[in-house]
């Protein structure tokens, strides 16, 4: 039986703070091995970060094309990739690496277009390969108490759904045309590297994924005021949504508003009860049902269902955070490649990482909001 | 110099919660004596009430129209009345006291249709009397320290406002049809009696007013979806609004969302900074400047500003709740009928009440609420 | 049947704020008149307020010795005085009114020493009359509803607790000597008028009192530090208890606590769950049960007790604060001498008001603090 | 330049939650490389768990002594060992690990006995070696915002503090005598294993050093009151202590308090200002100024000092925890060794690990409380 597996990195070299995050989750639980990577495309900043990372120098790659076709050659090579290259590279990397038979866990966005998304799953399936995308949020142990809560009934059929992601850390490009201050946020104001979208496409994606991934709808139509504060991206939304039962709600998303850090607060509303979580205070989840007091679960306790109580890592009350909450992703993740590795039967928590459908469904929903604003903010479909 | 005032008071008898609510709050500053009232249109009520208050029996009307005429008869005749009987007389009543010279604070909603609203005032404007409509969050004494944070231009120029109402008092109305079991809930749901819109009508447009009175501006465009889940007036609402300096904003607003008790919470961002109030803990309010920590003032402190700290009681850390919101809109409208009376000049805190104007652009958002869902959702002008 | 009370009041003239929410709250339930008073020992402030307040001329004396002979001497004499006066006045006052056959409400201090008080209820008691002292806290709706849960055994056993009173006013005493800059706090800690501890004796003892009105337990024995940073009377204090059921606590008192208003918080353990309230958001009660949970609870809910509901005046969601503790004093104290003047039988919630053994217990509480602390610090017996 | 650095551990197998917080911890930021272990005296989880990790056969040892013998005689031994024994091991491990010469991170307590501890540290300084005990909390990102706030004389002089350490795990302990159904806690009540305390042993002293971190104060007596509730060690504990400087302040400890999970909560009072630090959100830091509002302080934010910010491993807003309090732990720790090999300087951040005099600090509070507890509470000197 197998228990370990190796792993490959495209992007993600000492500088960016992503690919760290990668690497300390997915060791989180000892059953991963870096053992590729191209992490920059330069090879002076790609070799200091094999060097540092302990690899063997002939699987520190100076393209990534290169390093698919090699460790897909290799009988010891990677079981799959983590993508942690800038936004515009996902699909092309993503396509590379299945197209040589490796597993893929993308960072989102998925890719820029739809059809770019539709592709990679048409090609995942007809591999017969696994397809992660990197909705990390979605790996909180308490959004995965919320998910079973829902899907036990716990709070009826969802009615309205309020939920937001603020930021404030560009509020100084406001006004400021291109002399922006902020040198980190040049890369997401410009259309070829960020995409069409930057605020909706960077953060309001991550709300649209939360609340999909607790309730289980699907945003089906929408109606987006989106602000450029008079840059070529978009630094603020807000949206209102219309799911596929019929109920509404409204998503909040900006990178402009003062006093909010990183704010993605969810609250699910249903006929027998509602729930809230705060991603900045992640190990609690607030329950209240109907003529009850609200109670605010903590993450490990007793009462806590399977799905998230087999997430835990440490007691309650000792806080968990986004290193968990990535290496919950990595977690599932590798529990499923390891049991298709090992022709193991899956449970259902062995696909509950964000899969392909996720990801599209991310791109389908930038797009209806660009499309919903560019028509004056009234409703279009997301399909 | 006159420094005591009579009034009157149409509905509100010891049925009505609303009625003792407005007694007790005029009477906090000891500048107010209740000197007669129509309490209830059916004589016992209406006898016993002026009784347990210690009216004279000859003040106590049997309709408000001898009242009216009686009380400006008068040489001690009231002068003013207050208006807290249910939303389909308020505009009548109004008309009647305005029409016999008397001053009116009338609970909100000021009228049904908006030429009602704009008769009154009208008429007022015409008789040169005052007119206060009751939107009594915005007395709380941290509401007024944020309109005065926004005056004073420390949170710059609003770029983003997020807004909502949240109770559940009628969660189980969902899917109950006619067989309500929540009697306080029937006539809010019967268009007769409540007006054309039940949740918007009732709590969305105190999300209007509120972020009105703080910020400034005024709602000039907005996208609507109202939720009915089977019954004839509107339960839950999401908003989408433009305001007149061209930022948006959202509102929502729901008798259905379960934990939340009376939660209208109000986030104004600028360009500067940012102010968050939670009328459920109204003694607070978050201020947070631009690359500063958010900073928990507190009512009565030596660091607020004269416009709350004018309006303080009793010392910081002592709770304030709904009575004093009450009061002190009492507080602002007593100061200027005994300016009034007395010759005095306004200052600029004088007309520091919710004024027939704020009454008429509650009217016309209830409205366009209406007209957009009618629509579709889609966007509609307010004025 | 008498439905009405006229009550007097020594003490609380204009300038002092504690008088003013006293006739505010007296008169929320519209049951009681003030008839009486002698608010100010100088005639000029004392004759203003009794013009301002519309008490006929005859019935604002000029001393309390004179007004408790002439009440009681008068067929429409007032039923109970409320002692808003000094703290060296309390007993003084009460002694003269009791004597005349008058019910007393006093404010705490009862007294500045134990015999004093146990003197007036030695009087009390002979003359059948009706004492309470108001340790407004315990007139909280939550505290009430706190108070209901122990008894009706839902902690279990108490096995610890851990209670403060934190406020910041008096922290520029600290090294000021005698040149301190708090005007308001110059009679604080004089001893002549303040009794013989300033801290302990203003706030610590409603630790005390919140905490016994809560549990039923009584402080047994008690180690207790008091900081006095150079001024006569102590400023800070921090203090072990002892209860009669065996278990420990910690008191911490402090006027000197930046970042701490009016900061009152009692948290209760028992061997099936826990308690705490919070002064400064009083609507709100933590309940745990062991195993579950914490839950919110909300004043005026369908799930609270018979003995908290009966007290909220205003729907779930609308704070209530500091007058409507005093209120509920008010309340359940005009209950018991309606109740008395009518000869109708108690109920366990109508002798449910701060009574004059409280009193003591709080005198003795602090004496045992001074005890203590003059003794290095180490154990004292309270009684 | 050495940039990485070898180590070894002792205890901590694959089922004991501590190795794993450790080895991932010290993982973060890739500069150590596990090389050596003795997991489990026990051959069979022993060689399971150096297998897992990938350890070399030849270094999972089979006992300590051999491992400290055979690592200081390779040229590539390990450069230090961290110690995650059970208690009553610490002591004898962290000799013979300084006796061989190897630089030593001991899991608190650093010993059962004053005199251990004190003789360890002879050991160490006549070696010249560095010695480290892990008082996690202390590596939490704001708990160093509060010591350089301190430092730097923000809060002015400290004259009150009062810090709480709250569990509710072994609540069902009381009254079970013998028949405890806690399995956990078994060891944890066991003298032989865990010391002569368990509540202050095992958490209490983490409120002592996280206060002692954070101001630099001793603690120089104190009074306590431990409660037993039937069981062999405490359960619960209430301290009054005296600091060096003169000030007072208290600490509760428990694991008997219902609805607290690991409620660690430091505050800290002074002449200027106040901070307050909660375990269960670490992010944040409330400091207060005098006369100003209460600041929320978050984690990485522009405005906190170098002592911080250089620990923060990702952007505001996104949550650190426990494994990142160890973390940081772990990165001044490898920072100190790293300089010591290479020859470097050390800066203040550099030894800012708690060091072997905080771990004899601690062992005397422990005495000093069970001394204070058997003496009726009374106070007793620490040192």
């Given at each position: 039986m197998i228990k370990r597996l190796n792993y490959g990195m495209v992007g993600g070299d000492l500088?960016?703070?992503?690919?760290?995050?990668?690497?300390?989750?997915?060791?989180?639980?000892?059953?991963?091995?870096?053992?590729?990577?191209?992490?920059?495309?330069?090879?002076?900043?790609?070799?200091?970060?094999?060097?540092?990372?302990?690899?063997?120098?002939?699987?520190?790659y100076k393209d990534y094309v290169e390093m698919a076709a090699k460790e897909s050659a290799r009988e010891d090579g990677i079981n799959f990739v983590t993508i942690a290259a800038p936004n515009n590279m996902h699909y092309l990397v993503a396509k590379t690496f299945l197209l040589h038979g490796i597993n893929v866990l993308c960072e989102k966005p998925l890719s820029f277009e739809v059809s770019e998304g539709e592709e990679l799953k048409k090609i995942a399936n007809e591999k017969g390969l696994l397809f992660a995308v990197n909705y990390a949020y979605s790996g909180n142990n308490m959004v995965k108490e919320a998910r079973e809560l829902v899907e036990q009934g716990v709070i009826g059929d969802i009615i309205n759904v309020n939920a937001e992601y603020l930021q404030e850390w560009l509020i100084d490009d406001i006004g400021a045309g291109d002399n922006t201050m902020n040198k980190l946020s040049v890369w997401r104001k410009d259309p070829k590297l960020s995409g069409s979208s930057n605020c909706v496409g960077d953060i309001g994606t991550h709300i649209e994924h939360t609340v999909s991934y607790i309730t289980g709808l699907k945003v089906k139509r929408l109606a987006a005021k989106m602000d450029y504060f008079g840059q070529p991206l978009d630094l603020n939304a807000n949206i209102l949504v219309e799911f596929d039962n019929?109920?509404?709600?409204?998503?909040?998303?900006?990178?402009?508003?003062?006093?909010?850090?990183?704010?993605?607060?969810?609250?699910?509303?249903?006929?027998?009860?509602?729930?809230?979580w705060v991603q900045e205070n992640p190990n609690i989840l607030s329950v209240t049902l109907k003529g009850?007091?609200?109670?605010?679960?903590?993450?490990?306790?007793?009462?806590?269902?399977?799905?998230?109580?087999?997430?835990?890592?440490?007691?309650?009350?000792?806080?968990?955070?986004?290193?968990?909450?990535?290496?919950?992703?990595?977690?599932?993740?590798?529990?499923?490649?390891?049991?298709?590795?090992?022709?193991?039967?899956?449970?259902?928590?062995?696909?509950?990482?964000?899969?392909i459908d996720d990801g599209i469904a991310g791109v389908k929903f930038v797009h209806a909001c660009l499309a919903s604003n560019k028509n004056g903010g009234n409703w279009v479909d997301v399909d």
């Open positions: 500088n960016a703070f992503i690919g760290g995050v990668h690497r300390v989750a997915a060791s989180f639980d000892g059953r991963t091995q870096l053992a590729a990577g191209c992490f920059n495309p330069n090879a002076e900043p790609n070799k200091e970060c094999g060097e540092f990372l302990g690899l063997d120098s002939d699987r520190v019929g109920s509404h709600g409204v998503f909040s998303s900006s990178q402009v508003c003062v006093g909010h850090m990183n704010g993605l607060v969810v609250r699910i509303f249903g006929t027998k009860g509602s729930i809230e009850k007091p609200t109670q605010i679960y903590n993450r490990g306790m007793s009462y806590v269902s399977k799905r998230s109580a087999q997430m835990s890592r440490i007691p309650s009350g000792h806080p968990e955070g986004l290193y968990e909450a990535f290496a919950n992703i990595y977690k599932v993740w590798v529990n499923a490649n390891l049991k298709k590795l090992n022709g193991d039967e899956f449970s259902k928590y062995d696909d509950d990482f964000p899969s």
